[in-house]
Antibody, heavy 122, light 110 residues
Framework: QLQLQESGSGLVKPSQTLSLTCAVSGGSISSGGYSWSWIRQPPGKGLEWIGYIYHSGSTYYNPSLKSRVTISVDRSKNQFSLKLSSVTAADTAVYYC??????????????WGQGTMVTVSS | EIVMTQSPATLSVSPGERATLSCRASQSVSSNLAWYQQKPGQAPRLLIYGASTRATGIPARFSGSGSGTEFTLTISSLQSEDFAVYYCQQYNNWPPSFLTFGGGTKVEIK
């Protein structure tokens, strides 16, 4: 069974770039038809989809973040990454990596990482 | 952009009672809807996909219904472990070009 684990800097300065990585274990990131996504949750608030990379390599981003987001896959390391540029305090949140697809052709996230807290502060 | 609206924001229920949570989409999403449960300090857990199909390992007391713009999650007899926040999420089209979550419903002990 696939498992996901986020890692990266927990503290980012305003205007800098947030960088996170999600390691995939229990299977290959290149097989199974999965799509790989990032979702965030500000403290005490709801969930916000950031974007995902389809197994074909196409990317889809939340329009509200599109100009600042890049999601990519490193197949040699079996991981995928998130970069969010020009961050502000509003980007402070728990960031989750998650996946959907596989044997089902639907966008329900059935595999989640445990989440990692990122704080934007000088 | 499809907006998902959940109601109520908070639902107070006694253990053993039935809980009914609602989710409304701003335009039709067919049956492309999922429900998640989130407990404090944990990642969300998929409960329902395709509006009514329980995910692997989800107890039968959880059921989903609806299509188009109106959806319901029912917990038939609340157990202590069911007190949590519940989110709906739409994933219209394949591959989905835009995914949105509702604002959540907190189910608390009455």
């Amino acid at each position: 069974q696939l498992q996901l684990q986020e890692s990266g800097s927990g503290l980012v300065k305003p205007s800098q770039t947030l960088s996170l990585t999600c390691a995939v274990s229990g299977g290959s990131i290149s097989s199974g038809g999965y799509s790989w996504s990032w979702i965030r949750q500000p403290p005490g608030k709801g969930l916000e989809w950031i974007g995902y990379i389809y197994h074909s390599g196409s990317t889809y981003y939340n329009p509200s973040l599109k100009s600042r987001v890049t999601i990519s896959v490193d197949r040699s390391k079996n991981q995928f990454s998130l970069k969010l540029s020009s961050v502000t305090a509003a980007d402070t949140a728990v960031y989750y990596c998650a996946s959907f697809g596989g044997s089902r052709f639907d966008g329900a996230f059935d595999i989640w990482g445990q989440g990692t807290m990122v704080t934007v502060s000088s | 952009e499809i907006v998902m609206t959940q109601s109520p924001a908070t639902l107070s229920v006694s253990p053993g009672e039935r809980a009914t949570l609602s989710c409304r989409a701003s335009q039709s999403v067919s049956s492309n809807l999922a429900w998640y449960q989130q407990k404090p300090g944990q990642a969300p857990r998929l409960l329902i996909y395709g509006a009514s199909t329980r995910a692997t390992g989800i107890p039968a007391r959880f059921s989903g219904s609806g299509s188009g713009t109106e959806f319901t999650l029912t917990i038939s007899s609340l157990q202590s472990e069911d007190f949590a926040v519940y989110y709906c999420q739409q994933y219209n089209n394949w591959p989905p070009s835009f995914l949105t979550f509702g604002g959540g419903t907190k189910v608390e002990i009455k």
